[in-house]
């Protein structure tokens, strides 16, 4: 196949030096790799990181390599872009982001967005159409009930739902009732739920689908992995087929930066990867930049959040003015047995998010809020 200098005159853009994936055999894992990979230092004066790329254009050699980028990034041809255009597009910071993110789930490609709100509200608007019909898991976020519930009913988008820890048997019901009402584009979860903590059979769920519909007919799963991901849990590995995120949590890590993410197939991620161009979703260089520092800690903070949640969990499950603790360390020890099989299929750890039902009212949730000294 022809190279870009062969097809429009200009000299090709450079690339990065082949990335070290593995050394003497051995693979190298996710939070090694967060150190460099996908940047080379001699595209940029020798720089050790990322410079930020704060432009909103970027040059070609002549009009026809313009053309053939333009062409590629629209859809027109087939293949994407070949290289840098607009930072609606694309920008250094996001291509050296996406390339990291997807490798903790080791996803072929990967999208930044704006917030973890614009990563779903572009993965949906990629998928479904008027009359669709959208099968969830329940509880959500409240604001992606919002967005499939009210704002996409607008537009004739309905919707059914299953509870999060539903038998397959169960899961089926939704998926054939939603079949007979219209055309089933997408199966959006969200494992653990928020605020319940309740845990999603990512499993049972890719069942369930895949005997629900042709090979060619079926629709993708996608799931709010943001609780536990990309340490705790990896869907991708357990039949889920686009793992979305708010990095604004763990993967920023330090309540300075809004944006999301999700991670999936070249198949599923380039059409997500058109909407997102058209819409204006993508983050911004800066905020790129501030996720390419965080993921380098992402696997040292998660480890220490899980540890410290573990003790102060242990503590509040005791205290004589707490009702119950929404942690998920405590499947194992009884109770939800549905629950502690989920957990111990998907999951590799519990995580640092919990719910707290104290004794009392809103009163008395108030007086807790307020006596609060660290966390805000």
Known sequence: MADESDLTGGTPRRRPKPDVLEIGGRRLKPSTLMMGHGFDPALSEGSLKPPIFLTSTFVFENAAAGKRHFEGVTGKRPGGAEGLVYSRFNGPNQEILENRLGLWEDAEDALSFSSGMSAIATLLLTFVQPGDVVVHSGPLYA?????????????????????????????????????AMGRVPLIYLESPANPTNALVDVQGVARVRDAAFPADERPPIAIDNTFLGPLWQQPLRHGADL?????????????????????????????????????????????????????????????????????????????PKVES????????????????????????????????????????AFRFLDALKIAK
């Open 143 to 179: 604001a992606t009930e919002t967005l499939i519930g009210r704002i996409l009913g607008r537009f004739g988008v309905k919707w059914l739902d299953f509870p999060a820890g539903a038998t397959e048997e169960e899961i089926a019901d939704v998926i054939e009732r939603a079949k």
């Open 243 to 319: 793992s979305v995120y708010s990095l604004t949590k763990y993967a920023g890590g330090h309540s300075d930066l809004v944006a999301g993410g999700i991670t999936g197939s070249k198949a599923l991620i380039n059409p997500i990867r058109m909407m997102r161009n058209t819409i204006g979703t993508i983050t911004d260089p800066n905020t790129a930049w501030m996720l390419l520092r965080s993921l380098e800690t992402l696997e040292l903070r998660m480890t220490r959040a899980g540890e410290n949640a573990a003790k102060v969990c242990a503590f509040l499950r005791d205290h």
């Open 325 to 364: 603790v929404g942690y998920l360390g405590f499947l194992e020890e009884g109770g939800d047995a549905r629950q502690a099989d989920i957990y111990r299929r998907h999951c590799t750890g519990a995580g640092s998010t919990f719910s707290l039902y104290l004794k009392g009212g809103e009163p008395e």
